[in-house]
């Protein structure tokens, strides 16, 4: 029951933030949101998780909102010690107070504790409003193939290479054979409707649709599954989705997003797609695929757009 989303890290946690409000002036319970983990990787003997600890910090407003990562007013002292031991990445900055978080998890790891059990630990900390879920507690990190046949983490090639290296393609090792987190089937198949976020199609949102059983769950939920473009007016609004997108034969468009993740009634996992008023000459094209489209303002621009775009979100499911 209730409301169920798939979500990344910064697109994800602020579309997030709109869906708890929307819910809280609806007077319904918290939704359940799973968290892509194929950004996650091990960096100086700790568990890096940047899409669950966007959210975590975004639902808690601990987050640093210009940077998109990390923690408001962190500081750097213990990443200066680390690169004078040379270890981690030159490139690569975890601030102290981050760091106090990737400990804590890797100390629960290594006490034994699931990735879900973990995050379930983590989230009593600050009052988030939602239940957060990783979408698997197996390690599956995103690596980057390059067109020059080499084969990068995808926090390198992103973070060192600005998305700079032309790549190939995207994989998850040991997806095929990774098990969605306890509660993720559950929550999928009980789901009054499921919202994907305007999350990168490729990297946040393609790893949660990886694991198995996950794609086949959005199929058979009984509840609508609404999508929220990431593409406005043909460009992103922040990050490397186009790069990513054009890696896999996707052209930056809202309609070319739609149809990569396909009509439910035609084997893919969309029931309706929001787009921009920008994009509203593509609703055609989107319908004729069998999805169909809703026409908002996207941009989650503060708090009040954010969430009038997650109640039109909810409201396009009912
Ligand atoms: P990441 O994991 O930190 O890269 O963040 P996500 O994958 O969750 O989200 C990244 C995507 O969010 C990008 O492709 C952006 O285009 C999209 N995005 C960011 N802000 C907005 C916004 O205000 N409106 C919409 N529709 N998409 C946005
Ligand atoms: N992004 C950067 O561009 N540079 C960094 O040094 C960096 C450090 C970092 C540390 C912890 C964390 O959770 C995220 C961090 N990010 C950093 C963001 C991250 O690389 C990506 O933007 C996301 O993984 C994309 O989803
Ligand atoms: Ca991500």
């Known amino acids: 029951?209730?409301?169920?989303?798939?979500?990344?890290?910064?697109?994800?946690?602020?579309?997030?933030?709109?869906?708890?409000?929307?819910?809280?002036?609806?007077?319904?319970?918290?939704?359940?949101?799973?968290?892509?983990?194929?950004?996650?990787?091990?960096?100086?003997?700790?568990?890096?998780?940047?899409?669950?600890?966007?959210?975590?910090?975004?639902l808690a407003g601990?987050?640093?909102?210009?940077?998109?990562?990390?923690?408001?007013?962190?500081?750097?002292?213990?990443?200066t010690e680390l690169q004078a031991w040379g270890?981690?990445?030159?490139w690569f900055t975890l601030g102290d107070l981050d760091l106090g978080t990737h400990i804590a998890r890797t100390g629960w790891l290594r006490d034994g504790l699931t990735p879900t059990e973990v995050l379930e630990r983590m989230s009593k900390r600050w009052p988030l409003g939602a239940k957060l879920l990783p979408m698997t507690d197996d390690e599956v990190d995103?690596?980057?193939?390059?067109?020059?046949?080499?084969?990068?983490?995808?926090?390198?090639?992103?973070t060192r290479y600005r998305a700079q290296l032309p790549p190939a393609g995207f994989e998850n090792p040991g997806i095929a054979d990774s098990f969605a987190a306890p509660g993720v089937i559950e929550a999928i198949e009980d789901a009054e409707l499921v919202l994907i976020a305007p999350s990168n199609p490729v990297v946040s949102i393609g790893p949660i649709l990886a694991v198995p059983g996950i794609h086949e769950a959005l199929?058979?939920?009984?509840?609508?599954?609404?999508?929220?473009?990431?593409?406005?007016?043909?460009?992103?609004?922040?990050?490397?989705?186009?790069?990513?997108?054009?890696?896999?034969?996707?052209?930056?468009?809202?309609?070319?997003?739609?149809?990569?993740y396909g009509a439910r009634l035609d084997g893919g996992v969309l029931d309706t797609w929001l787009i921009a008023e920008e994009d509203a000459g593509l609703a055609a094209s989107v319908e004729a695929l069998g999805i169909s489209v809703d026409v908002v303002p996207l941009w989650m621009r503060d708090a009040d757009t954010t969430e009038a775009l997650a109640a039109a979100a909810i409201s396009a499911g009912r």
Not at 67 to 76: I, L, M, P, S
């Open 87 to 90: 270890t981690g990445w030159p």
């Open 142 to 158: 995103t690596h980057v193939l390059l067109k020059n046949g080499e084969r990068l983490h995808f926090q390198e090639w992103w």
């Open 1 to 58: 029951s209730g409301v169920v989303v798939l979500a990344g890290g910064v697109g994800g946690s602020k579309f997030t933030l709109g869906v708890r409000a929307a819910l809280a002036t609806l007077g319904e319970p918290e939704a359940t949101v799973i968290v892509n983990t194929g950004d996650d990787i091990w960096l100086s003997g700790v568990r890096l998780q940047p899409d669950v600890d966007s959210m975590v910090y975004a």
């Open 62 to 79: 601990a987050n640093d909102t210009e940077r998109g990562w990390g923690r408001a007013g962190d500081t750097e002292r213990v990443n």
């Open 219 to 260: 199929r058979a939920t009984g509840g609508p599954v609404i999508g929220v473009s990431p593409i406005i007016g043909g460009n992103v609004v922040r990050g490397m989705a186009d790069v990513c997108l054009n890696a896999v034969g996707v052209r930056t468009a809202a309609d070319a997003v739609a149809a990569h």
